[in-house]
């Protein structure tokens, strides 16, 4: 490539020639002839997440760790419905009401439960325990069971009609 220009000193940043220029000018007081030293730039602002204004920031002191709450919930809103089921499932409104209990109800506890912890999984530091997912497993199983013996009950009912 005969004839290129590879100089590139006119896309240089000037400030720094200056003060270079300034730092060797400086008398033995320190001042660069009666002007004050150079300030340095301020930071530039933190950018966070793509510059959303909706940033979550997480704090590495408070680790994440699974909603058990809405897991016991579950378990004592399909314990329940099953005792209902299993003891006064003869009446079609109390069956009835143990399969609501036991199915819809449960499984949106459930689901909270998988919501909620969720986003504590997305923080930098997640700290479950070990029982925690067999519990969730057994929460599965007993809204299952809760909800066969009340349908049962149900499909009883109906057969006598």
């Known amino acids: 490539m005969a004839g290129s220009n ?76 099953g005792l209902v089921a299993a003891f006064w499932g003869d009446e079609p409104r109390w069956a009835v009401l143990a399969w609501v209990a036991g199915g819809p109800i449960a499984i949106g506890l459930l689901a909270t439960f998988t919501a909620f912890d969720t986003r504590a999984r997305a923080k930098p530091i997640y700290s479950a325990a070990g029982w925690v997912r067999p519990a969730y497993v057994g929460c599965l199983v007993l809204c299952g069971i809760a909800v066969c013996l009340s349908a049962l009950r149900i499909a009883l009912w109906v057969g006598r009609l």
């Open 6 to 81: 590879w100089d590139f000193s006119e896309f240089a940043d000037r400030s720094a020639e200056s003060e270079k220029v300034d730092s060797s000018q400086r008398t033995e007081s320190g001042s660069a002839g009666g002007r004050a030293p150079a300030q340095p730039a301020p930071a530039p602002a933190p950018d966070y997440a793509f510059n959303s204004e909706t940033a979550t920031q997480f704090s590495l002191a408070e680790p994440g760790r699974p909603p058990t709450a809405w897991l016991a919930g579950c378990a004592v809103v399909t314990i329940v419905a």
